[in-house]
């Protein structure tokens, strides 16, 4: 490892108070720690300081400072812009070292991790060059007044990310947080923030001010229980659970602090009898197994027309069957999932299934060899599956397949949107008119027509319906979203 990526340096160093908690550009311990934890080995990686609250409070202190006296709240557009590109360079010249810590972490293979590393580079860069482009407006009112909408950061914004993918979800919060001049308090998943401290690290490197990049590790219920209550925080963004994104809402709701929630889904995708099944089985069969299955907008539920069920649900099984399971370095097409407690829940989902007889159309065997300590489930395929079925609406988050039939549009929406999620839909079909009512009439936030993902994603607003959550992320709506207006009416003779 360089050591542009040392903050791993205390985390792998035996130091009774690992140095993981960044105020005002300093980096600090807690007196108490939590344990790092590699899921391909279920190994020690070292440990992580956990914050409190008395750290979240220093660190929103450090936030606002910068912006009312520090350097960062003089910095013009230009150079944030700047500074963010520049930390998008940066991240691009440590790739490898990067990818190697985040594949560490979370378990994932190192191709996925590079590509990982690749979007969280495309996310500076995309919002630096953004910084400066995204102002206001002038609206013509009465002659005698000069009217001009303002766009104004909001202040301090807090991010709460979870562990699946650390880095991207790093890139994807706070970039356009700083690139509208905001000061951030970031509170990484426990289980994988190594990257993150990484990156904070570079920031700093590239000439972002202290006080503008604010880390605290720690446990969810604390620092980040802590974070989202804060009186002096001025947006709150968390993606994770349902259950956490409801106890950071109400947190929020006692300070009236805005919140925008990614909660995951129950993600459909569409397979109509025209389809190219080939390609349709290869994209479901990747959507539902990369990176375990642990990805918000996972295809977990796949629709298929009822003439076309048994050819498709031979190519799902030959797809799932090729897939090859393996620690990181394998470059394998999936690895482990993050940890013991998320191995034994979906295990558990899935043995209640089989318990209850719901039929399994095919199920990976896992290979041997692979390090006993490692958090491994082996990818499985349900169906048919009764689509009010509890496997059918409940998000997974492991590499667990949902096979449904319908018989025609009508039914496949009904399905579709028989869930309380709302994030993602795939079609595949080649009838253009069946392409734009099924997309019109499925409610979720993003559409992919005989697509499924966009790589990062990064220029395409991306957020949920329903219990999927609300506000947008990636793209212009980021802007948007890490920001507000203010409206000056300038009257004049
Ligand atoms: P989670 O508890 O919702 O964790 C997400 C983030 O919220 C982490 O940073 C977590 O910190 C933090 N957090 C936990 N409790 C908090 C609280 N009371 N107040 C504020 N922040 C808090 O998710 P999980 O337990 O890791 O995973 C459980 C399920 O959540 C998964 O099976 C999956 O269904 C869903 N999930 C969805 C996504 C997604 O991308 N939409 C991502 C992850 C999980 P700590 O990790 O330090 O506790
Ligand atoms: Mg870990």
């Not at 899921?39 to 660190?59: C, F, K, N, Y």
């Not at 318990?355 to 169906?383: N, Q, R, W």
Request: contains cysteine.
């Amino acid at each position: 490892m360089t050591t542009t990526v040392q903050r791993a340096h205390t985390i792998g160093s035996e130091s009774a108070q690992p140095q993981t908690i960044l105020i005002a550009g300093q980096w600090s311990g807690a007196t108490a720690s939590i344990p790092v934890i590699a899921p391909a080995t279920g190994q020690s990686l070292g440990s992580i300081s956990r914050g409190r609250t008395q750290d979240v409070d220093a660190a929103v202190k450090a936030a606002r400072h910068a912006l009312n006296a520090g350097e960062w709240g003089t910095v013009t557009p230009e150079v944030r812009g700047r500074l963010l590109v520049s930390l998008s360079r940066k991240v691009l010249e440590q790739l490898e070292p990067l990818a190697q810590i985040e594949a560490a972490d979370t378990g994932k293979p190192l191709a996925l991790a590079r590509a990982d590393i690749r979007a969280l580079a495309r996310y500076f860069e995309y919002y630096g060059g953004a910084a400066d482009k995204f102002h206001g407006d002038v609206i013509p009112f009465d002659s005698r007044y000069n009217v001009s909408v303002q766009r104004v950061p909001l202040g301090v914004t807090a991010h709460i990310i979870p562990w699946n993918y650390p880095a991207q979800m790093l890139g994807r919060s706070i970039s356009p947080a700083l690139a509208m001049g905001n000061a951030v308090v970031l509170k990484p998943a426990e289980d994988a923030c190594m990257s993150c401290l990484a990156v904070a690290d570079l920031a700093a490197q590239v000439g972002f001010p202290p006080g503008a990049i604010n880390v605290v590790t720690g446990l969810g219920e604390e620092a980040g229980a802590a974070l989202s209550a804060h009186p002096d925080v001025n947006l709150v963004t968390f993606t994770g659970s349902c259950e956490v994104g409801a106890l950071v809402q109400i947190a929020a709701a006692k300070h009236h602090v805005p919140v925008t929630l990614e909660l995951g889904g129950k993600s459909p995708q569409i397979v109509f009898e025209d389809a190219d099944l080939q390609a349709a089985a290869a994209s479901v069969i990747k959507s539902i197994t990369q990176n375990a299955g642990q990805t918000c907008s996972a295809g977990s539920r796949v629709l298929i027309q009822r003439s076309v069920v048994e050819p498709f649900m031979a190519h799902l099984t030959r797809g799932l069957q090729a897939l090859r399971i393996g620690v990181p370095e394998d470059d394998a097409d999936l690895g482990p999932v993050i940890n013991a407690r998320q191995q034994s829940r979906i295990t558990r989902m899935i043995e209640e299934c089989r318990a209850e007889g719901v039929p399994i159309l095919t199920e990976l065997e896992l290979p041997v060899g692979l390090p006993p300590g490692g958090f491994y489930v082996s990818p499985i395929i349900f169906g048919p599956v009764d689509p009010h079925h509890r496997i059918a609406q409940e998000e997974v988050f492991g590499p667990v397949l949902c096979a449904l039939i319908f018989e025609d549009e009508d039914e496949a929406i009904e399905i579709a949107n028989g869930t309380d999620y709302g994030l993602v839909a795939g079609i595949w079909t080649k009838d253009g008119d069946r392409m734009a009512r099924m997309a019109k009439k499925v409610h979720v936030g993003q559409v992919f027509i005989n697509c499924y993902g966009a790589g990062g994603g990064v220029e395409l607003p991306f957020g949920g319906m329903k219990h999927s959550g609300h506000g947008r992320e990636k793209g212009l709506a980021g802007l948007e979203e890490m920001s507000t207006t203010k409206t000056v009416v300038h009257f004049h003779q």
